[in-house]
């Protein structure tokens, strides 16, 4: 197992892509602390990790907030240990163009898109230092180029590219590997609530597919894959890296 002894931290890990890695990591060996702002959410799939036979410890807090993110990692901390992974996936969407988006809306979504990254890297370093681990950022496709009325998410994305370089470069000599995993379409959380959205969310689905090469969006699962081999040995000498798994999505215009 790739993961065997390791502990992680996936934050947002209640549903979609973070759900998938939580469980993903559980598989691999790794001990998980599954982190959302939904307890109901979080303890689900913490209960999946252990019903497959893995150690998962379900936790609720806020991203966004200093104190809600001090007392999460108290709580790890005494309960399993000594972080090595660290996977900053939590996030929030809005889906609006920047006339129709309130102050509100613009700082909720900093606050926990980017902000939540800084909190908990900030929080775990002492631990990553000592166990020269790895930060694991969820960009988006999304940091490299815009779609509509979705100014404020983009920028997000974007800003956790830079943060992910950056901390590469600041703690790469400390022996922690930073990346950013960027993905496009995928059939679950933020897009899902998207396609939910739409009046037809079935019609929704198989235009976004279209859009990619491959015909089709992802699956968490696939996203998942490549965050067990960033997290791993096999990537023993990448850092500052942004990978994309978007099926061909940011390559171009596919055929119609």
């Known amino acids: 197992m790739q993961l065997d002894g390791k502990i992680a931290v996936i934050t947002g890990a209640g549903s979609g892509i973070g759900c998938a890695v939580a469980s993903a990591f559980g598989q691999e060996g790794a001990r998980v602390a599954v982190v959302d702002i939904d307890s109901a959410r979080a303890e689900h799939t913490a209960e999946v990790i252990r019903s497959a036979g893995g150690i998962a410890l379900d936790i609720a807090a806020d991203v966004s907030d200093a104190m809600s993110v001090e007392r999460m990692a108290g709580v790890i901390h005494e309960k399993l240990g000594a972080v090595n992974i660290l996977v900053n996936n939590a996030a929030i969407q809005v889906n609006k163009l920047i006339e129709a988006t309130s102050p509100e809306e613009w700082t909720r979504q900093m606050s926990v898109n980017v902000g939540g990254a800084f909190l908990c890297s900030r929080i775990f370093l002492p631990n990553l230092r000592q166990t020269r681990g790895v930060i694991l950022n969820i960009s988006s496709v999304n940091g490299f ?50 396609f939910n959205a739409q009046p037809d969310p079935e019609k929704a689905r198989k235009e976004a ?25 096999d990537a023993s000498f990448m850092t500052g890296s942004a990978l994309i798994i978007d099926g061909g999505f940011s390559a171009g215009l596919p055929p119609k």
């Open 209 to 233: 597919g279209k859009l990619h090469a491959l015909g089709r969006i992802g699956e968490p699962s696939e996203v998942a894959k490549a965050a067990v081999f960033l997290a791993g040995k």
């Open 145 to 194: 180029f815009a779609e509509y009325a979705c100014a404020g998410y983009c920028a997000t994305k974007g800003a956790i590219l830079a943060f992910t370089k950056a901390l590469a470069i600041d703690h790469g000599r400390e022996g922690i590997r930073v990346h950013a995993i960027c993905p496009g379409y995928i059939n679950s959380g933020l897009a899902e609530n998207y």
